[in-house]
């Protein structure tokens, strides 16, 4: 028995099957469920379905069983067999019919799966998780049966009869002998033992014969039969969580598997695997409203040198850099360096700067770089593309090195002597590769953590020892919360972009990061900030995190790339699509990032780019993990040579050739805008942007953005002038523009005193707004 998906699902997860089509049954053993079970532990799904929030027992998912259990193994549901497709996963029938998956080695052993009673039965909602598996065979700890919680045995539960439900319908009030519906296989809470519904044969999961009877010869190949796997999974009328509505346990003995399945809310939604909101919205199940959909990803790493240290071209105005004025301020500001050789870097490190053919500091590094050496606070700003990752990274890993590396490979909590934060996956990444790059030939192990991604799988990366680790909030958070990390040993604690780490949107889990997780007090650790964009009221929040800091700008704070031609053009909302075609078709050569505010527009752009004649993809948050990688490595090669992006690609990116960055949508802010066009012009290198101004809706950033193009010396069209004239943007002209000009500190001395600048909106609030209105950030 085979069926098809609309969307993408397990099956393309890995061994190619692609979308949609999901084997089921004895010939199905590549797109089936073979390798299910394989090596997950109890916790390895549950968190994974919910991108980059922290650890919630509220959030169901898979719930691995035993030790060994675990729906989707380290590889995830459907691992490296696939699982079929997305949406028709659970459809209708849903496993549990009959003819049942698995590989010939996946579940449907003789001792047969099934939770025992129930749990994750409805009354449990959204425990299905990790409770749920518990259950499954012979799951993981003791606890409770029926809630799931440690400390009492199921006849003592406080939550009292929820999970004596029939094992059959999963209804109270009668025993599943006694069940008005009979044998079906669908459904049922728990499916009991051996299955919670029909006594279907194991083997081949047919009805009417026992699987001693089978005529499917002794091998396990249809294992997964009907009955077992019945209980909750699939019925997709019966709730909305999917997968596991209600309840529906999954420990095989023989595949040591548990898959508890959710309640509602939890469980493996139908809708996890479906390709659109709407998808999603209809099924019921799926990550809550705004959560971007997941899956079990793990994320391929470069291990080849030449893929480590290819690195972008100096482009011709990288000496111009030099002319650039720059400020140090505060209490005794060391002297910057003139080379690489100066800095008094590690031998091995500064071996991989020749290799990465930095031949000489860019002006953020030749004064970055002696600050933090001399164990300074730092706060730094410098235009994009302008080698902030290096100029922290260099002096952070030889501190680290100098100071004493300790080994904590395979202790249970790994205690990293540095942290760096990034707003996305993609700049953790990229912040991760370079931190490789540069630490190539040392002891020195860099850990990533970002969501979207296999939490088990990190945490196998963890457990191998973790030096500096580099992450997205929420995913750290997690990752603290299970307490396999502890930061008690940190030295550097570094945010990048650091003015988006401390805006409305995660302010509060930085807060509780720096105050509730053990790490050590601003007196005792270095911290280190950077970002291209420093607002006013940003500078003056960081003072809470930065002890004795000096403040370093290069060019203004704020300031655009002047690198970067910008030209913004007058087009009403309804024209902007041929306006952009005509761009596209005037440099069909170049290499093109569109940005847009709304996820639902990107994906619409770009598959009206790729009917036309432009190969497009698109990056946003609602975009799995693996296909929002996928894009940037296609963008990157050229095999798309146009993105279509939200916000999510504005900040911190290096994709080496973009030629030219298009705002077919302006954001709402100005220091958005700054990050955006800062995809291009890198390095020393030109870029050119162009962006749509919509006089409906972009009048309140004409005012900013009339600044920023006069500060780069770029012309400023007329209806532009005459928008900012009309008003928009609020505040005085001069004063509109989000970043402070220079440190905050240095005007009456103390920052609490600082007058300041007025604009419209605050960039936090505005932030923040734009944020809640489209983009999901990580
Ligand atoms: N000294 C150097 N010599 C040559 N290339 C350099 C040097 N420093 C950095 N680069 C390269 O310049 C590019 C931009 O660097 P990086 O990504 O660190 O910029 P950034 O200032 O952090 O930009 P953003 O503000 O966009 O985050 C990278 O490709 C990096 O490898």
Not at 174 to 183: A, D, K, T, W
Not at 366 to 383: E, V
Not at 602 to 614: G, K, W, Y
Request: net charge negative.
């Amino acid at each position: 028995m085979s069926f098809t998906g609309r969307g993408r699902g397990f099956g393309d997860i890995a061994a190619g099957a692609g979308r949609g089509s999901f084997g089921l049954g004895s010939d199905s053993n590549a797109g089936g469920f073979g390798s299910f079970g394989s090596a997950a532990t109890a916790s390895t799904i549950q968190d994974d379905a919910w991108d980059d929030a922290p650890a919630s027992p509220s959030k169901g998912g898979f719930g691995g069983g035993s030790a060994n259990g675990g729906f989707g193994s380290s590889n995830g549901f459907g691992s490296s067999n696939g699982f079929g497709s997305g949406d028709g996963f659970g459809s209708s029938n849903g496993f549990g019919s009959g003819d049942g998956f698995g590989g010939s080695s996946g579940f449907g052993g003789s001792s047969g799966f099934g939770g025992s009673s129930g749990f994750g039965s409805s009354s449990d909602t959204g425990r299905g998780g990790s409770r749920g598996g518990r259950g499954g065979g012979r799951g993981g700890s003791r606890a409770c049966f029926k809630c799931g919680e440690e400390g009492h045995m199921s006849r003592e539960c406080p939550q009292g009869g929820g999970g004596r439900g029939c094992f059959k319908c999963g209804e109270e009030g009668h025993m599943s002998r006694e069940c008005p519906q009979g044998g079906s296989s669908r459904g049922g809470r728990g499916g009991g033992g051996r299955g919670g519904g029909s006594r279907n044969c194991f083997k081949c999961g047919q009805e009417g014969h026992m699987s001693r009877e089978c005529p499917q010869s002794g091998d396990s190949s249809g294992g997964f039969g009907s009955g077992g796997f019945g209980g909750g999974f699939g019925q997709t009328s019966s709730s909305n969580s999917g997968f596991g509505s209600a309840g529906g346990g999954f420990g095989g003995e023989s595949a040591g598997g548990g898959f508890g399945g959710g309640s509602a809310g939890g469980g493996f939604s139908i809708g996890n695997f479906s390709d659109t909101k709407s998808d999603r919205e209809s099924s019921g199940g799926g990550p809550p409203a705004g959560k971007p959909m997941t899956e079990n990803y793990v994320p391929p790493d470069a291990d080849d040198e030449e893929s480590l240290f290819k690195s972008c071209h100096v482009g011709i105005n990288f000496d111009k850099y030099d002319k650039i004025p720059v400020e140090l301020s505060g209490e005794n500001p060391p002297n910057p360096i003139q080379t690489f050789e100066e800095a008094g870097l590690l031998e091995t490190v500064s071996r991989n700067v020749l290799k990465a053919k930095y031949f000489k500091p860019t002006p953020v590094q030749k004064y970055a770089i002696p600050s933090i050496i001399a164990g300074r606070d730092l706060m730094g700003c410098a235009q994009t593309g302008s080698g902030k990752t290096a100029a922290f990274l260099l002096p952070v890993l030889t501190g680290m090195i100098q100071r004493g590396l300790e080994s904590g490979a395979y202790s249970p909590v790994q205690e990293p002597q540095a942290l760096v934060v990034a707003p996305t996956r993609e700049l953790v990444i990229q912040i991760y590769n370079e931190c490789r790059k540069f630490s190539h030939g040392t002891i020195v192990r860099c850990v990533r953590l970002y969501g979207g991604t296999s939490t088990m799988h990190q945490m196998n990366d963890l457990s191998k020892g973790a030096h500096i680790v580099i992450a997205t909030p929420g995913r750290l958070l997690d990752f603290l919360g299970r307490q396999k990390l502890a930061l008690g040993k940190l030295q550097y604690f570094i945010l990048d972009e650091a003015d988006r780490m401390l805006d409305m949107g995660f302010e509060p889990d930085i807060r509780r990061l720096v105050e509730t997780m053990g790490m050590p007090g601003k007196t005792e650790r270095q911290t280190l900030m950077f970002s291209a964009t420093f607002p006013v009221e940003i500078q003056k929040l960081a003072k809470d995190f930065l002890n004795d800091y000096l403040f370093l700008t290069i060019g203004t704070v704020g300031g655009a790339n002047t690198d970067v031609t910008q030209t913004v053009l007058e087009v009403a909302q309804f024209e902007k699509r041929e306006k952009l075609l005509e761009i596209l078709r005037a440099h069909p050569d170049q290499r093109t990032l569109v940005f847009v505010e709304q996820k639902r527009n990107a994906d619409f752009l770009a598959s009206m780019l790729s009917q036309s004649e432009f190969a497009t993809t698109s990056i946003h948050g609602d975009r799995l993990q693996r296909e929002r990688e996928q894009a940037l490595a296609d963008f990157k090669s050229g095999v798309a040579p146009v993105l279509v992006a939200t916000s999510v690609a504005a900040r911190g990116l290096d994709i080496p050739g973009v030629d030219h960055v298009v705002n077919y949508d302006l954001p709402k802010e100005i220091d958005e805008y700054v990050h955006r066009i800062g995809r291009t012009g890198r390095c020393g290198n030109l870029g050119l942007a162009t962006s749509f101004f919509d006089a409906e809706s972009n009048s309140d950033i004409s005012r900013h953005l009339v600044n920023c193009l006069s500060e780069a010396h770029q012309p400023v069209p007329e209806f532009l002038e005459k928008a900012a004239d009309r008003g928009g943007g609020g505040g005085s002209y001069m004063g509109g523009r989000s970043s402070g000009s220079r440190d905050v500190r240095g005007r009456g001395g103390d920052v609490g005193a600082w007058d300041e600048q007025p604009y419209g909106m605050s960039s936090a609030a505005a932030d923040a707004a734009a944020a809640a209105e489209e983009e999901s950030w990580d």
